[in-house]
Structures are given as C-alpha cells and as structure tokens.
C-alpha cells in the first residue's frame, strides 16, 4: 500500500472537505419513493404565538398520485396539514385530511398561500437558524424524517420557483 505524504494545509483542506460532506446530506433533497423534497423549512415564531408554520417543496417523480396523510414533530403538541385560502380578503386557515401530491408534479408550500403544516401548541418558540425535527407520512411513498430549516418569512416566500413553472403555493 502506498502512502500519502500530505502537509498539514493538505490535510486540513482534506478534512474541512469531507466534514462538509457529511453534513450536506441534511442541507440537500431527501427521497422516499416517489416523493423528493427539495425544501423544508419553518417560520420563526412571533412574540406569544403557541402555534407555527412549516413549508416543503415536493416533487412527485412517479406515475401515481400520493399525498401527504399526517406530520409529527416533537416540537410541538401536534402538527395538522392546513390550507390557507383569501376570502372577502380574510384568510382563512382550516386543517385538510391531506395534501395531494399529484403524480408528475411539484407541490410548493409558501406562507400565505396553499398548503402547509401546522405545529400546534409549540413548546418553545421557533427561533432563525434552528432546525424542526419533523416527521413526514405519505399515503404511498412511506415517510420521511425531514429537518426543517428555521428562516424569515422572506427566505422562504422569496426562493424563486424554476423557470416556467411558477404558481405559489399550488401545484406545478
């Protein structure tokens, strides 16, 4: 076997890569089936709020329809899937027994619009830059332990969807 002679830059250099790495996985997509997430990510709380809000980008690359069937974090009493709608310029939120996940798609949540999931009875608030341990089960896809970055409303509502495709917290 034949020996490496690296000086101590090489080497640190050699380090810093592969610890970068192993920590890339938590930072790029995630796939169970069919089902790709591209995005995961929640908003910060505001001051008093028992109740929060968390957005995933899903690709479905399948030929069959899935949906997501329910979401459990442990940061929080219980999450419910929400859609949030305007109505008489009211928004209007209510819990949804699913969300579809069409076959062939992407389904983009965003603040403000669409669909996304609702962490109930928050056990502290959620503070920029954490990361939500959040559990993820589809109808056919299995489920998906997710780790959803904790960013201002502007990061998340402001990621520019791909060229031709955009439709905010819909379907595409």
């Known amino acids: 076997m034949k020996r490496l002679n690296l000086s101590r830059r090489q080497t640190l250099g050699m380090t810093s890569a ?9 930072a790029l997509a995630q796939r169970t089936g069919d089902i790709e997430v591209t995005r995961a990510q929640a908003l ?3 001051p008093g709020a028992r109740n929060g809000g968390g957005f995933l980008t899903l690709v479905n690359h399948g030929k069959q329809d ?8 442990p940061v929080c009493g219980h999450v419910e899937l929400h859609t949030m709608s305007m109505e ?9 027994g699913d969300i579809p996940v069409p076959a ?8 403000g ?4 999931l609702m ?12 990361r939500v341990p959040v559990t993820v089960k589809f109808a056919h896809g299995g489920q998906m332990e997710l780790q959803l970055k904790v960013e201002p409303r502007d990061k998340i509502a402001g990621d520019a969807p791909m060229p ?5 917290g819909g379907m595409h």
Request: aromatic fraction near 6%; charged fraction near 20%; charge should be positive.
């Open 18 to 26: 592969l610890l970068m790495w192993a920590a890339a996985p938590a």
């Open 44 to 46: 910060p709380s505001i």
């Open 66 to 73: 899935d949906k997501i069937v329910s979401a459990a974090s």
């Open 88 to 96: 008489n310029n009211i928004m209007r939120m209510r819990e949804v």
């Open 104 to 111: 062939g798609k992407t389904l983009r949540m965003q603040p």
């Open 113 to 116: 619009s669409g669909y996304h």
């Open 119 to 130: 962490f109930m009875d928050l056990k502290a608030p959620l503070k920029e830059g954490e």
């Open 164 to 168: 031709g495709k955009a439709m905010h």
